[in-house]
């Protein structure tokens, strides 16, 4: 009998213990769904994330064409600018030494010559002056004018003579000379004190 009852109380116990297993299976498959969801969502917001990073790393990218294109340009301007400031330094550098033979030419036609010899060399002095002004090359002459040391070098001074003033420019012993708005050679002056 003692066996009997303990069947009876065993199997008692499982009818009852069906109900549970049953809710455990429910809820089972609940937290099945729910594990499955929430790893659906993580896979979705790990492939936001990725896109999220490559539109970061796109606008990075951008960003560092961007920064290389200006500098590059910034770059091509300032080449321009030294090959430009090196090109006018040779030709000043050149302009120079030429100008000494203008000087020569124009001592020439001040020396005592016959009239061919004269002729000839005027001719050469002009074709000087057109080589000049080609070039872009402007005379200073500042004869009569107030005396400007930004333009003239004061070699001598000389003294006030009646109607002349102070501080202007009496004779120009060598010619100055402007490449453009730049003074390559001052011009060499007495000034009336």
């Known amino acids: 009998m003692k066996e009997e009852k303990k069947t009876a109380e065993k199997e008692r116990k499982e009818t009852q213990d069906l109900p549970e297993k049953e809710t455990n299976f429910a809820e089972e498959s609940d937290v099945n769904e729910r594990l499955k969801e929430a790893e659906e969502r993580a896979a979705a917001l790990a ?36 090959y430009k400031e090196a090109y006018n330094d040779g030709k000043k550098d050149i302009l120079v030494k030429v100008f000494t033979v203008g000087d020569t030419l124009e001592r020439a036609l001040a020396m005592d010559l016959d009239e061919k010899t004269k002729e000839g060399v005027a001719m050469i002095l002009r074709s000087f002056e057109e080589m000049l002004k080609s070039q872009n090359v402007t005379e200073i002459n500042p004869v009569g004018e107030k005396f400007d040391p930004n ?43």
Request: net charge neutral; hydrophobic share 35%.
């Open 151 to 193: 333009l003239c070098e004061a070699v001598m001074q000389a003294q006030a003579e009646e109607g002349e003033e102070a501080d202007t420019v009496k004779a120009v012993f060598q010619k100055g000379y402007k490449l453009g708005d730049k003074i390559i050679r001052y011009a060499k002056v007495s000034v009336i004190k």
């Open 47 to 82: 492939e936001e994330n990725e896109k999220l990073k490559a539109a970061d790393q796109t606008a990075e990218y951008k960003d560092k064409w961007m920064r290389s294109v200006a500098e590059f340009d910034n770059y091509k301007k300032r080449n321009a600018n030294l």
